[in-house]
């Protein structure tokens, strides 16, 4: 029986760019050392903004042996934001009952409502074991700092049902994902679609193309300075219209492009040779990640031509197989983007109120499948072709 050994970090510059790497792989842009790097050295995420590092790493205890087999990010949080699973609800019952429900950990990709692994353990260790002991750090850890819980968002279906198996309960949730069947270009996907909706989305393409508005996409490397500054301000507005300032600064976007460029590409809209709007887009060896955009005018359908059309196109020209746009906007259903199911997974440490939630996550999963029922029953594909 193998034996490990758990202990925290208060930084991912500890662990080490090879040795975090060497376990989680580079091929998901969001998980890989280079961008979580990014966050704390910008300082993005911070005890100041509520996101404490206190990352997980497991090395197993041999004679001899100082090897680090498994990490996972960790984070003490002193509030809610930037995760999209939305536990604001947990928090007021908390409250009201006299009860602190801050801190607690969080085990997630920091404003970056994306699946993907959520610990990164090395082939042939015994993975069951190495979740469990960590489980139980955690939940240590917790005791002595008074922690409501332990909180791991998106993770992908396999690590969440081994969650699940150690004792975590799963809260389910929706997001809207368009998939690549093969196109070899947009016609092809609109040939999949019943003809009055076709019709919608060529006539929105057609409205920004009257507009005088044309669009070029640049790979991380094409990215200037002037660009990033530029599009940095489009970022903001789009917080601004909402009377909230982005979660991300100029130094994150800024170690982006120094150190990961080959997994980024920006679409930018020009009207009059000037650029008016960007959207920062990821990519993974078969994944599109749709992320960040704000524009300077606004011009009917200029969104959904930058942010869902124009990575269509690039998705269908490099062919990738899934376009993951982000949380949230029953909008895209009707322009093919269709439900898929994700998963939080918690512990939470008061008996009482684990109770109380865990009759909620139930009654809750009713109705989100109900939820995605009715999305799929709005999707604009013609019968037999999705």
Known sequence: ??????????????????TWNALSGTDNPFTRFEFLHALEDSACISAATGWAPQHVVVKRVEPGMDETVAVMPLYRKNNSWGEYVFDWSWANAYESHGL????????????????GKRIFIRPGEDSEAIIAKSKNAIEELADRIQA????????????QQAFSQAGMMTRSACQFHWFNRDYQNFDDFLATLASRKRKNLRKERQRVAAAGISFRRLSGAEIDAALWQDFYAFYQSTYLMRGMKGYLNPGFFRALSETMAEQLFMVCAYKEQRLIAAALFF??????????????????FLHFETCYYQGQDYAIAEGLKRFDSGAQGEHKIQRGFEPVTTWSSHWVANPDFAAAIARFVEEESGHIEHYQQQAESLLPFRQGDR
């Open 148 to 159: 409501s819980g332990w909180h791991v968002l998106f993770p992908e279906q396999s690590q």
């Open 1 to 18: 029986m193998q034996h490990y050994a758990v202990s925290f970090v208060d930084s991912i510059s500890e662990i080490g760019q090879e």
């Open 100 to 115: 602190d429900y801050y801190p607690k950990f969080v085990t997630s990709i920091p404003f970056t409502p994306s699946t």
């Open 283 to 300: 990519r993974s060896s078969d994944t599109l990640f749709g992320r960040y955009w704000g524009s300077a005018q606004d011009f009917q």
